[in-house]
């Protein structure tokens, strides 16, 4: 099993550009500050663990609290993010169930005007054997009787060692044997942390990702044969955009989650990075001083409130570092690329689209 904390961080480039460049020194700042205060989430497990309050993990039961964030919406759909923890009940580590409440939650979606539903982004990795019993139980989910139609699951894990390129695939330098691979990671989804719902079809989705890959590859990487690892990890993460904004062009879901286990770390950047990737992909890419304390209290607010802390550094720096290099391709290119793109969804897609904070 790999350990997060030794995964090598991507370096981002500080100063390249003055919104990300000031986003990476605050989470710098930010962690100087709380060092001044280093047992908060120690205090944290330690009162789990002498007055435990519950029996069960159940995050929705547990005063982990899901909130609606801000809405992405074109001509063609509109869909509201929710920040949502796993919505499983687990008292075994091999065995886990769906909670009732989210149930009763996507029920009560159905029967509202236009009978909303809802596609969970699952962040949490389907080959580990800690998370593999709430993942099986999401990915099935969608297969029960009163679920059918207002509920989707796609498995987008963001903890293998092929996401993080470790292990084996740390000095995979060769562009065209790095997307070779990225190909069997679709085509064997299953054994590599993926899933999409059976209803998309596996071929569409693989012509999808091979057709995007190559954009991606052309369009900022200027086709280059050799990627460093710093280019092959925003490479995963533009896909993991583009692929993201095609489920919501293919399934129209009414409202939409990046679920990890707590939604504290791996959910809520997530969150902010599809956020800020809406934004810069839209016409109105000028982001107001709002919009940036937003980007920063959706990434961060959840792990302050839960843990004392900040979110994990090297997933922030991660989600920087693609969005930096998606902000200066796009200031130099961005007609080009988004007509590039626009045919992978069959229309203008990116015509009139926004992201708006709900409030």
């Not at 562009?175 to 719902?197: H, R, V």
Request: aromatic share 12%.
């Amino acid at each position: 099993l790999m350990n997060p904390d030794a995964i090598p961080s991507p370096k981002h480039k500080k100063g390249a550009n003055p919104l990300w460049g000031a986003l990476l020194v605050n989470q710098e700042k930010g962690a100087e500050v709380l060092k001044n205060y280093p047992n908060g989430p120690l205090f944290k497990t330690l009162d789990d663990l002498v007055n435990p309050s519950y029996d069960v993990f159940e995050p929705l039961a547990q005063e982990n609290t899901p909130r609606l964030l801000y809405t992405i919406h074109n001509e063609k759909f509109k869909v509201n993010i929710l920040r949502l923890p796993s919505p499983t009940r687990q008292m075994m580590i091999n065995k886990a169930e769906s909670s009732v409440l989210f149930e009763v939650f996507i029920i009560a979606l159905r029967q509202l005007k236009n009978s909303q539903n809802f596609l969970l982004i699952n962040m949490q990795d389907r080959t580990s054997w800690q998370e593999h019993a709430r993942c099986h139980t999401l990915e099935n989910l969608p297969n029960h009787p009163h679920m059918i139609e207002g509920f989707e699951v796609c498995s987008l894990t963001k903890h293998t060692p092929f996401y993080h390129q470790v292990e084996e695939y740390h000095d995979l330098s060769s562009a065209k044997e790095f997307m070779s691979l990225l190909q069997d990671q679709i085509l064997n989804a299953a054994e590599c942390g993926l899933y999409f719902p059976p209803n998309l079809g596996a071929v569409y989705i693989q012509d999808f990702v091979k057709n995007c890959a190559g954009l991606i590859h052309e369009h900022f990487f200027g086709k280059k044969g050799i990627l460093s690892r710093k280019n092959r990890l925003d490479f995963i993460e533009l896909l993991y955009f583009f692929l993201t904004l095609k489920m919501i062009d293919r399934i129209s879901p009414t409202q939409m989650s990046f679920s990890c286990k707590d939604a504290i770390d791996t959910g809520a950047i997530a969150s902010a990075g599809f956020f800020a990737f809406i934004k810069l992909m839209s016409e109105d890419s000028v982001w107001s001083l709002e919009e940036e304390d937003f980007f920063v209290w959706m990434a961060q607010s959840s792990a302050l409130m839960y843990r004392e802390r900040l979110v994990r550094f090297e997933q922030y720096e991660r989600m920087l570092s693609v969005l930096e290099l998606l902000d200066s391709e796009l200031s130099l290119h961005k007609k080009t690329i988004l007509k590039a793109f626009e045919p992978l969804y069959g229309y203008a897609i990116f015509k009139h689209l926004y992201a708006q904070e709900l409030k």
